[in-house]
Nanobody, 120 residues
Framework: QVQLADSGGGLVQAGGSLRLSCVASGRVFLITDMAWYRQAPGKQRELVAT???????NYGDSVKGRFTISRDNAKSATYLQMDSLKPEDTAVYYC??????????????WGQGTQVTVSS
């Protein structure tokens, strides 16, 4: 089995920064795409940022220029640096990864979520 553990959330004032971390464990042969999603109360889960195994990144329009996704393949980890935070960034943030436990299979894994709260 594979697991994702995300962490780093907390309470921060508007304009502040937070760095989220996500580490995969278990039977990890290869990780392809990694991503961060978020879900605010009463809203659908939305894509925040993605990163391919080669390092190509993509961002949601609402976070472009403020958030930076990165990864460390040796550690099976991805990170989300969040700067210039706004109250509307308040949400539970979830890590997602396409993990191959073997060459023949792929698991779409999710972290348990970490709460980010931005006060005005």
């Amino acid at each position: 089995q594979v697991q994702l553990a995300d962490s780093g959330g907390g309470l921060v004032q508007a304009g502040g920064s937070l760095r989220l971390s996500c580490v995969a464990s278990g039977r990890v042969f290869l990780i392809t795409d990694m991503a961060w999603y978020r879900q605010a109360p009463g809203k659908q889960r939305e894509l925040v940022a993605t990163i391919t195994s080669g390092g190509r990144t993509n961002y949601g329009d609402s976070v472009k220029g403020r958030f930076t996704i990165s990864r460390d393949n040796a550690k099976s980890a991805t990170y989300l640096q969040m700067d210039s935070l706004k109250p509307e960034d308040t949400a539970v943030y979830y890590c997602n990864a396409k993990i191959k436990p073997s060459i023949e299979s792929t698991v779409n894994a999710w972290g348990q979520g970490t709460q980010v709260t931005v006060s005005s």
